[in-house]
């Protein structure tokens, strides 16, 4: 294959600019912790499994398990989950490391064999399979590092028609995760055709747009689309496979004008956030140990193996909510993995963060929140209280739980608050306005002056033509109150450009007032039409169509 590829690099004169090394690598349907291959090669004595325990731990005698062994072959892969789990947390932990490590390895061999076949000056890629939640075990950050120093990973995006408001939470919640782990955030497959053996709807232009303008305000930075043209099991793309334009490929090139032309710099535009969500890793692997289908997009299980009193996937499940929560208050919030960097988490630059409970925490986790609260940062724990570490071991984090639930307590230089039945936790639609209400007013207070805020103006109802199971609905028709707010707003900031984007997620028009903290705003051109729109203190109220995305430059002196 490389003598193919080789000649053809754009380096000697040809068109490859990229190389796959796999897609979607991952167990995929067998993608459970009991449900990987138990090959000899893999988890026989001396086999992979041990090397990476070597390599972890060096020798048995550092083995943070309660069973002590004499040598580290003499331990054997996981092959069965308790229903509690607690000192030997790390025993269960370690294998589904050892997953990432064996597919991260997989990868780093796929580009290391190109390149000792001449296949240079090119940029190696891999695309990551769904899990919930997202890097467990297919890690993001650890799959970049194979692709080598240049290369990219992308996740893959698919979402039904016309897309719903927990397809988008979805995508800006994974969007948002990667904007905080990788090097560049792009969808290696950016749903624009149907694979016709699962979805059977039309991929309309008006949810292509509204989809990617969705995830190009969450910041993705670039989209492969997939498919670009019918061909086997695909059908319904932008160009039939008999070279037929579709009004879908009107889509296409409007992204490309947008991103690519009409906005200055793009690439280097971030997203603006007021508060962070944290993302901890040892929590979520908690969550996979009992989880029999990861892959499953819809659905995260909930059970066992729990950890002093806690099931699994409820801290999870608590992550997940957050984010829907407050987008509700109007604002944005970032991802941070302190695992991967603490640059974000200072109290300067991130002045409230909350914690997704869980009974563990990761030891590097702990530290850096410790450390944030001691300079000036306020933290909301929210769900369970982190009584143990990355190795089962019990530890007393921040101090020990505030006494009273949903209230601010000071600690070092900052604050800390523990809410107990945690803020998230609902699907989508289905969230708690008690926890919209009481966060509401927790960030009207401590982050008064959102980057962006945006709130529906008026009660909005619509006819739904759905019913099923998690409906709540009389009759068929659903009506959605404040403070349920089903708006976003982001803005962008770069050297070059101010770039706003504001969402409907209702599936009828509605109207919205978005507020800038910047007072020096003056205005929005929007940069579809051209139609130029005056500030008011820096806020305008605007009537936006059912699902629908609009895009803005923000004028004004700084």
């Given at each position: 294959?490389?003598?193919?590829?080789?000649?053809?690099?754009?380096?000697?004169?040809?068109?490859?600019?990229?190389?796959?090394?796999?897609?979607?690598?991952?167990?995929?349907?067998?993608?459970?912790?009991?449900?990987?291959?138990?090959?000899?090669?893999?988890?026989?004595?001396?086999?992979?499994?041990?090397?990476?325990?070597?390599?972890?731990?060096?020798?048995?005698?550092?083995?943070?398990?309660?069973?002590?062994?004499?040598?580290?072959?003499?331990?054997?892969a996981p092959?069965?989950?308790?229903?509690?789990?607690?000192?030997?947390?790390?025993?269960?932990?370690?294998g589904?490391?050892?997953?990432?490590?064996?597919?991260?390895?997989?990868?780093?061999?796929?580009?290391?064999m190109?390149?000792?076949?001449?296949?240079?000056?090119?940029?190696?890629?891999?695309?990551?399979?769904?899990?919930?939640?997202?890097?467990?075990?297919?890690?993001?950050?650890?799959?970049?590092k194979?692709?080598?120093?240049?290369?990219?990973?992308?996740?893959?995006?698919?979402?039904g028609?016309?897309?719903?408001?927990?397809?988008?939470?979805?995508?800006?919640?994974?969007?948002?995760?990667?904007?905080?782990?990788?090097?560049?955030?792009?969808?290696?497959?950016?749903?624009?055709?149907?694979?016709?053996?699962?979805?059977?709807?039309?991929?309309?232009?008006?949810?292509?747009?509204?989809?990617?303008?969705?995830?190009?305000?969450?910041?993705?930075k670039?989209?492969?689309?997939?498919?670009?043209?019918?061909?086997?099991?695909?059908?319904?793309?932008?160009?039939?496979?008999?070279?037929?334009?579709?009004?879908?490929l009107?889509?296409?090139?409007?992204?490309?004008?947008l991103?690519?032309?009409?906005?200055?710099?793009?690439?280097?535009?971030?997203?603006?956030?007021?508060?962070?969500?944290?993302?901890?890793?040892?929590?979520?692997?908690?969550?996979?140990?009992?989880?029999?289908?990861p892959?499953?997009?819809?659905?995260?299980?909930?059970?066992?193996?729990?950890?002093d009193?806690?099931?699994?996937?409820?801290?999870?499940?608590?992550?997940?909510?957050?984010?829907?929560?407050?987008?509700?208050?109007?604002?944005?919030?970032?991802?941070?993995?302190?695992?991967?960097?603490?640059?974000?988490?200072a109290?300067?630059v991130?002045?409230?963060?909350?914690?997704?409970?869980?009974?563990?925490?990761?030891?590097v986790?702990?530290?850096?929140?410790?450390?944030?609260?001691?300079?000036?940062?306020?933290?909301?724990?929210s769900?369970?209280?982190p009584?143990?570490?990355?190795?089962?071991?019990?530890?007393?984090?921040l101090?020990?739980?505030?006494?009273?639930?949903?209230?601010?307590?000071?600690?070092?230089?900052?604050?800390?608050?523990?809410v107990?039945?945690?803020?998230?936790?609902?699907?989508?639609?289905?969230?708690?306005l008690?926890?919209?209400?009481?966060?509401?007013?927790?960030?009207?207070?401590?982050?008064?002056?959102?980057?962006?805020?945006?709130?529906?103006?008026?009660?909005?109802?619509?006819?739904?033509?759905?019913?099923?199971?998690?409906?709540?609905?009389?009759?068929?028709?659903?009506?959605?109150?404040?403070?349920?707010?089903?708006?976003t707003?982001?803005?962008?900031?770069?050297?070059?450009?101010?770039?706003?984007?504001?969402?409907?997620?209702?599936?009828?028009?509605?109207?919205?007032?978005?507020?800038?903290?910047?007072?020096?705003?003056?205005?929005?051109?929007?940069?579809?039409t051209?139609?130029?729109?005056?500030?008011?203190?820096?806020a305008?109220?605007?009537?936006?169509?059912?699902?629908?995305?609009?895009?803005?430059?923000?004028?004004?002196c700084?």
């Open positions: 294959m490389d003598k193919i590829i080789k000649p053809r690099l754009k380096s000697n004169g040809g068109f490859i600019t990229m190389v796959n090394l796999d897609n979607e690598v991952s167990y995929i349907v067998q993608d459970g912790m009991l449900t990987s291959d138990y090959n000899p090669v893999n988890v026989g004595r001396g086999g992979f499994y041990h090397q990476f325990l070597t390599e972890k731990y060096g020798s048995a005698s550092a083995l943070p398990y309660p069973q002590k062994y004499a040598s580290i072959e003499d331990v054997l092959r069965q989950v308790p229903d509690v789990v607690g000192d030997d947390f790390a025993y269960y932990a370690d589904c490391e050892f997953k990432t490590c064996a597919m991260s390895k997989h990868i780093a061999a796929l580009r290391e190109h390149e000792a076949n001449g296949v240079k000056d090119v940029t190696f890629m891999t695309n990551f399979n769904p899990h919930r939640p997202e890097g467990v075990p297919t890690r993001m950050s650890e799959f970049e194979a692709t080598g120093p240049l290369g990219i990973a992308g996740y893959d995006f698919y979402r028609v016309f897309m719903s408001y927990s397809g988008y939470q979805s995508m800006a919640r994974v969007l948002k995760l990667m904007n905080a782990t990788l090097r560049y955030t792009w969808s290696a497959e950016f749903m624009s055709g149907t694979w016709m053996k699962v979805l059977t709807g039309r991929v309309s232009d008006d949810h292509m747009r509204f989809m990617a303008l969705c995830a190009l305000a969450q910041g993705c670039a989209i492969s689309w997939f498919m670009f043209h019918d061909r086997d099991c695909w059908g319904d793309a932008p160009v039939s496979s008999h070279g037929h334009e579709r009004p879908s009107v889509v296409l090139k409007e992204i490309k004008k991103a690519c032309e009409t906005i200055q710099g793009w690439d280097e535009l971030v997203p603006a956030t007021d508060l962070a969500i944290i993302y901890d890793l040892t929590s979520h692997t908690h969550s996979y140990l009992g989880d029999p289908s892959c499953n997009d819809n659905a995260l299980y909930v059970g066992e193996p729990a950890v009193g806690v099931q699994c996937g409820k801290a999870s499940l608590e992550y997940e909510g957050l984010y829907l929560v407050i987008e509700h208050t109007g604002r944005q919030a970032a991802a941070i993995d302190p695992l991967h960097s603490t640059a974000k988490l109290a300067s991130t002045p409230l963060a909350i914690l997704p409970g869980s009974p563990v925490i990761h030891s986790t702990a530290r850096a929140l410790e450390s944030y609260v001691n300079e000036g940062g306020k933290l909301i724990v769900g369970a209280w009584t143990r570490n990355d190795t089962g071991a019990t530890f007393e984090f101090g020990g739980a505030p006494k009273q639930s949903g209230v601010l307590v000071t600690k070092g230089k900052g604050s800390v608050s523990w107990r039945d945690g803020l998230g936790g609902g699907q989508p639609e289905e969230d708690s008690k926890s919209i209400a009481w966060l509401t007013a927790v960030l009207d207070k401590e982050i008064p002056a959102a980057k962006v805020h945006v709130q529906n103006q008026a009660e909005v109802s619509w006819i739904d033509w759905k019913t099923g199971k998690n409906m709540k609905s009389e009759g068929g028709h659903r009506v959605y109150k404040q403070p349920r707010n089903l708006f707003a982001v803005l962008h900031e770069g050297a070059k450009d101010r770039i706003l984007f504001v969402l409907n997620h209702y599936p009828e028009a509605a109207r919205a007032k978005v507020a800038l903290a910047d007072a020096t705003a003056t205005a929005l051109i929007d940069l579809k051209g139609e130029q729109f005056k500030l008011q203190n820096a305008i109220e605007l009537d936006l169509d059912r699902k629908s995305a609009s895009v803005f430059r923000r004028l004004g700084d």
